[in-house]
């Protein structure tokens, strides 16, 4: 498996409260990304970063936010948690200018907002 | 814009069987990659086995192997000798060139009855 790692694993939190997603990677990819996975198990992409300060939306709209300041580490933060915001929660990166760019994931965060 | 269908939301295989997991996807780009990744139930998601579209022959990890029809826009997976350890969920995803992010189908869950 790959060296991607997301915490919590589980989290769950009440309406308003400020949560922060964690993933790191020790593979020193560039790209890393973050998907939203609802309960029919379709995947949506939230955001994304070609690498350090850069951040992008991706095709879902989501009211959560990302930083990257390390290269290995790529948070994602809710200020204000609602119940819509239950979900699970994957991490992934990969290596810029590789052929493939395979994206590895991380074993993800489900959060329940009650 | 490119999509990706997985017609297929459930299978059901005996072990040891072979079973087909289809997928098709709607480009105009010629320089692009397909990959197939499998999600185990509350495990990380994985690949399996990917295939560069200017490569005529098809892909083949092990038991699995791809039907990549580049005219017909398909590319199935192939799973022979059927385990119990492939029962999850299995997502079909399409890259456009080095580059772009990945676009995912709604994934196509396999259950493996002993």
């Known amino acids: 498996e790959a060296d991607i790692y997301q915490t919590p694993r589980y989290l769950v939190i009440g309406t308003g409260k400020k949560i922060t997603l964690e993933c790191s990677q020790t593979m020193g990819h560039d790209k890393m990304y973050w998907y939203q996975q609802d309960p029919g198990m379709e995947l949506h992409l939230i955001h994304y970063?070609?690498?350090?300060?850069?951040?992008e939306k991706g095709d879902l709209s989501s009211e959560s936010t990302v930083s990257r300041i390390r290269t290995e580490h790529f948070p994602l933060t809710l200020e204000s948690a609602r119940p819509s915001h239950t979900s699970q929660y994957l991490c992934?990166?990969?290596?810029?200018?590789?052929?493939?760019?395979?994206?590895?994931f991380g074993p993800g965060t489900r959060l329940t907002v009650l | 814009a490119q999509t990706v269908t997985q017609s297929q939301p459930e299978m059901s295989v005996q072990e040891a069987e072979t079973v087909t997991l289809s997928c098709t996807y709607d480009?105009?780009?010629?320089?692009?990659?397909l990959f197939w990744y499998k999600q185990p139930p509350s495990r990380q998601m994985i690949l399996v086995i990917r295939q560069e579209a200017y490569k005529q022959q098809n892909a083949t990890e092990n038991r699995f192997s791809v039907n990549f029809q580049k005219a017909a826009k398909s590319f199935s997976l192939k799973i022979s000798d059927s385990q119990l350890g492939d029962a999850a969920m299995y997502f079909c995803?399409?890259?456009?060139?080095?580059?772009?992010?990945?676009?995912f189908g709604k994934g196509t869950k396999l259950s493996v009855k002993p």
């Open positions: 992934a990166s990969s290596e810029s200018g590789a052929s493939t760019d395979t994206q590895y």
């Open positions: 480009t105009s780009e010629s320089d692009y990659y």
């Open positions: 970063s070609y690498g350090v300060n850069s951040t």
């Open positions: 995803a399409y890259r456009e060139g080095s580059q772009g992010n990945l676009i």
